[in-house]
C-alpha cells in the first residue's frame, strides 16, 4: 500500500513537471456562451519588476460583431493593483483573464481616456486561430508608383536612372493618407508602447502622430533598452502573464514595442490580444521585458521596460493575436554602421542592427539617422550635409550613394531619407536576389550653406551637326556673392532627323522632377541587375546634369522606350483597345550627361534650344 502509494505520488511529480515544462498546455477554455453580466474573474499582469500580479475582472457582457464581422468582444471593468489610478494600462494588451482556472482571453482594448478601468477582452478562441495560419515567405510589395527608371532613347534598359518624385517616397509616411485625419474608432486597441532608447526626443516627435496612426504610443527617453543585458531571460520564465518586447533596433539605438503573453503552449506563445502592425507573417524577435516603473497619465498610462535576450521568434502579426515560439533561430537583422564628423569637431560611431523587414527597415533607417544628427548639428540656420552610403548585398553587389544636402533650416531632415529612399525601393522590389547585407553610412556635416544656383547656360556653338561633340557651360552662382563655370560635355547622337532640339541643364532635384513628368519615361526595373545598376547612377545634388530631348513621337512598352516609330505603328496601337500598356509621349530624351560631382548641391534648371543642320552642311 505505501509503495504504491509512493509510485501514486512519483507519478504525480511527473505529470506536474511536465505540464510545467509544456508551458500551460493543458489549460481549458471558459466557454464565450457562458459569459454573463456579474460574473467574476481574475487576471494576470507585470505592473512592475518581473513579478506577475493578479487583478480582478467583473464581467459586463458581450458585443455581438463589436469589432468586425464574427468578431465578438468581451467587455469588462478592471480592479486591484494601481488601476484604479492608472486605468487600463497600455503595455496591458494581451493579459490573459480566468474564470475559475479557465482561459477567457485577453485584455486588449480600452475607452479612451476614461476614467475607469473598463476593458475590451479578446475571446481566446479567436486568438487560437492565428496559430493555424500558414506560414509563407513575406511577400514584399510591388515597386512605388512614384519611382521610375527613365532610359535614354536608343539605350540600354540597364543604363538607366531611377527617378525619384519628391513628393512620393518618404520613409516614414505610414498608412494614413497625408491631410485625412483617421477617426478613432469606439473601443480602439490598447497603443502598444514602443520605446526608443538613444533616439533624441526631437527626431521621435517627427514620426511621432504617424507611430499612432498604427496604434504605436511612443515613449522617448523613458527606456534603457540595452541595459537589461544582463537580467535573467530563461525562456522558461515567460509564462502568461509576463511582459514581452519585439525588438526592432538594439545596438547603440535601441527601439522596441511591448505587450503581454496570454498564453504559452509549449513553445508556442500567444500575446497582445490584437495586431501590432496587422503584417500576417512576421520576423520579430522578442525578448522577455523587466518592468521598471508603471506611469499614471490622465490620456494613456503606460510601463516603462527593458528588455532582456532574445529568445524566440514572432511568426504571425493577425487581427486577434501574435504568435511566435519559442527558441525559435533569431531571424536575420541588418547590420548599420553610422560615421558622423559634427562641427563640434568630434567623429561618433554608431552601431546597431534593426530588424528586415520591407516596409519596416527604410522607417527605422531614417529614424535612426535624423536622430543620430539632431543630438549635435543644428536645426535652425545655414547647414550642409557631405553625406556617402554603401548599401552591400549578401552577394558582394552594392549600392552605393553620395549626395550634398544644404539649407537654411532643418537640413538634418533629409539626410535619412536619402539612403531610406533607395532601400526602400530594394526591398520593396520582390526580386529574391536582393538580400541586403549591411549598411554603412558617413556623414560630414558643416555650419555654412554650400548650394550653388544655376544663374546661366550656353553652348560652345550655334548649330550642331548630327553626331557633333560640343561643351555646355553652365554659370553658378556661389552663396558668398562669386560665380563658377562647370563644363558639360555633350554629344549630338548621329541618327537625330530633327532640325531643333531642347537641352535642359539643371541640378539633380530640378532634373528629377522634370524628367518624373515624362512619366512614359519610365518603367519598372525588370531584375535586380536592372535595379541596382539604375539606384547606383541615381541623380545627386552635387553634379550638373544636361539632358537633350528631341520633340519626336515615342512610346513605351513593358519599360523600353521606342523614339521615333512609323506613323502606321502608332496609329495601329491608339487603336487597339488591347494596347493601354503602351503609353504615348511628344518628347523623347536622346542624351543624359553630368559633370563630375562638386562641393555645392546645385540649384536650378536652364534650357537651351539648338538649331541641328544636316550632315555636311
Known sequence: MMLRKRLFTSLALVLLF????????????????????????????????????????EFLGVLKNALAPKRDLILARLTGGPLATTGVISGMSGSPVYVDGRLVGAVSRAFPLSKGAIAGITPIEEMLTVSTAQPTTIANSSPSENIHIANVSG??????????????????????????????????????????????????????????????????????????????????DLQPGSMISLLLVRGDLNMNIDCTVTLRQGNNLYACGHQVLAQGPAQFPFAPAHVIVTVPSIASSFKVDAPGAIVGTIQQDRFDAIYGRVGDKTPPMIPIHVRLESTLNRKSDYNFEMIDDSFLSPILLNLATTSALTTTERSLGASTLNVKASIHLSDGRSVDLEDILSSDAGTVNGAGATVAAPLAMMMASGFPDLKVHDINLS?????????????????????????????????????????????????????????????????????????????????????????????????????????????ERSFVMQGDEYPSPPPSLVQTFMADPASSSVLFNGTSMIGDFETKPITYAITGQKTLILKVAGPGM
Not at 457562458?34 to 474573474?41: A, E
Open 18 to 57: 511536465a505540464s510545467c515544462l509544456l508551458g500551460q498546455a493543458s489549460t481549458p477554455v471558459f466557454p464565450l456562451d457562458d459569459i454573463h453580466p456579474g460574473l467574476k474573474g481574475a487576471g494576470r499582469t507585470i505592473f512592475e519588476g518581473d513579478r506577475i500580479e493578479e487583478f480582478q475582472v
Open 155 to 236: 539605350g540600354l534598359p540597364e543604363l538607366g536612372r531611377v527617378i525619384i518624385n519628391d513628393g512620393g517616397i518618404i520613409p516614414g509616411a505610414f498608412n494614413t493618407p497625408a491631410g485625412e485625419q483617421a477617426a478613432p474608432p469606439t473601443l480602439p486597441n490598447l497603443l502598444l508602447p514602443v520605446h526608443f532608447g538613444g533616439f533624441s526626443p526631437a527626431s521621435v516627435e517627427l514620426f511621432a502622430q504617424e507611430f499612432r496612426n498604427l496604434g504605436l504610443e511612443p515613449t522617448a527617453g523613458g527606456v534603457v533598452a540595452g541595459s537589461a543585458q544582463d537580467l535573467p531571460s530563461s525562456p522558461s
Open 443 to 551: 556623414i560630414q556635416s558643416l555650419e555654412e550653406k554650400r548650394t550653388a544656383s544655376i544663374e546661366e547656360v550656353w553652348c560652345s556653338r550655334s548649330e550642331v551637326h548630327p553626331g557633333d561633340h560640343m561643351e555646355v557651360t553652365a554659370l553658378l552662382h556661389l552663396p558668398n556673392g562669386a560665380t563658377m563655370a562647370e563644363k558639360i560635355p555633350v554629344d549630338v547622337p548621329a541618327s537625330v532627323t530633327e532640325k531643333m532640339l531642347q537641352l535642359v541643364v539643371g541640378g539633380g532635384a530640378a532634373i528629377n522632377a522634370m524628367e518624373f513628368r515624362f512619366s512614359a519615361l519610365g518603367g519598372t526595373p525588370r531584375d535586380s541587375q536592372q535595379l541596382v545598376r539604375a539606384l547606383n547612377r541615381m541623380r545627386r545634388n552635387n553634379r550638373v546634369y544636361a539632358l537633350l530631348m528631341a520633340p
